[in-house]
């Protein structure tokens, strides 16, 4: 089951989007599906899920992405000021820190 939800999550699965959804789709409950990835991989599934999320944007910032509200809102984050305080909680650093320590430049 926590296999299952984490290739989900790698494959971008549109229910991977939420526990709820993701429990739906595995055919557990949310409690039960929450319960095992954790004790599983050792992190909670948001969690997870967000390391995956920043992952994406490292890339991303990496390839000198500008348009952070764009960038968030296209890997599932509720606002731009979300992915900036997910990101700077996973690397330590803001989006526009990261993307100049990733291109070598100044970019912003």
Do not use: K, W
Not at 40 to 57: D, E, I
Not at 77 to 83: C, E, I, K, T
């Amino acid at each position: 089951m926590a296999a299952a939800a984490r290739d989900a999550i790698i494959a971008d699965v549109p229910q991977a989007a939420s526990l709820c959804s993701l429990a739906d789709l595995l055919s557990v409950s949310p409690f039960r599906l929450s319960r095992v990835f954790s004790r599983r991989t050792g992190v909670s599934l948001t969690r997870y899920r967000n390391r995956v999320r920043v992952g994406r944007a490292m890339e991303r910032l990496g390839g000198g992405e500008t348009a952070l509200a764009d960038l968030a809102a296209e890997l599932g984050f509720a606002d731009q000021a979300h992915l900036t305080r997910t990101v700077r909680d996973h690397v330590g650093h803001t989006p526009v820190a990261l993307r100049r320590l990733l291109t070598g430049g100044n970019g912003g």
